[in-house]
Each structure stands twice: as structure tokens, then as C-alpha cells.
Nanobody, 128 residues
Framework: QGQLVESGGGLVQPGGSLRLSCAAS????????IGWFRQAPGKEREGVSC????????YHADSVKGRFTISTDNAKNTVYLQMNSLKPEDTAVYYC?????????????????????WGQGTQVTVSS
């Protein structure tokens, strides 16, 4: 019933910034948690930043704290990931995902990679 579409990925130099967008359709974000996950070749998918659209509670992986910011625009049914001070180790495919508050908490979503809907992913490459 729901669909998520990521955009904004691309090539950026180390130290640069990039903003990813995740547009939701078929459902409203009001009672959902939304998360950004990433997966590099040969590595497990990991939770990066997650947010509850209803109360604003957030989770960030230690590796991105102070550099990444997750936010929502419920009027546009869209979630953003602002990435600053990018490093080569941030290179990965980034996915957005949604989890109903009925099914789980925002902490469970990011820590356990728990979601009902997944986007197709967008490539982020940090290189000179």
C-alpha cells in the first residue's frame, strides 16, 4: 500500500554536503517512524538516522552524530537527511524506510533494521 522514493544521491568531495529526500505515497507519515539506512559492498545494512514523525524522537549512529541531521516535512509527506562533512567511509547505497508506530518504536527501527516499507535506494559516493 505504501511507497518510498529516494532522491538526491550522487558524487561529492570529502568535506562536502549532500541532502537526501524520501517522498512517501500511499500513506501519511503522521503516525510512522522514518529511517535512513546505508549499505556498503560486503557490509551489513546499518541504521544511520531515524525519526518519529509524530513526536520528533530521533536516533543517530555514533559514526554520523554531529554531521547528519534527519528532518520531516509532514505537509509534503517527505523526510530529509542532511549530510555534512562527508567522509569516504560514508560511501554507500542509502535507503529510506517506514515503520508504523503500531508495529514498533523509532529505536527498534534503527537498531534492528525493522520496517514495513523500503525505498529502492540512492547511491552516495564521497571521493576526490
Amino acid at each position: 500500500q505504501g511507497q518510498l522514493v529516494e532522491s538526491g544521491g550522487g558524487l561529492v568531495q570529502p568535506g562536502g554536503s549532500l541532502r537526501l529526500s524520501c517522498a512517501a505515497s500511499g500513506f501519511t507519515l503522521d503516525n510512522y517512524s522514518i529511517g535512513w539506512f546505508r549499505q556498503a559492498p560486503g557490509k551489513e545494512r546499518e541504521g544511520v538516522s531515524c525519526i518519529s514523525s509524530s513526536d520528533g524522537r530521533t536516533y543517530h549512529a555514533d559514526s554520523v552524530k554531529g554531521r547528519f541531521t534527519i528532518s520531516t516535512d509532514n505537509a509534503k509527506n517527505t523526510v530529509y537527511l542532511q549530510m555534512n562533512s562527508l567522509k569516504p567511509e560514508d560511501t554507500a547505497v542509502y535507503y529510506c524506510a517506514a515503520l508504523s508506530s503500531i508495529e514498533g518504536t523509532v529505536l527498534a527501527m534503527c537498531a534492528m533494521t525493522l520496517a514495513e516499507y523500503w525505498g529502492q535506494g540512492t547511491q552516495v559516493t564521497v571521493s576526490s
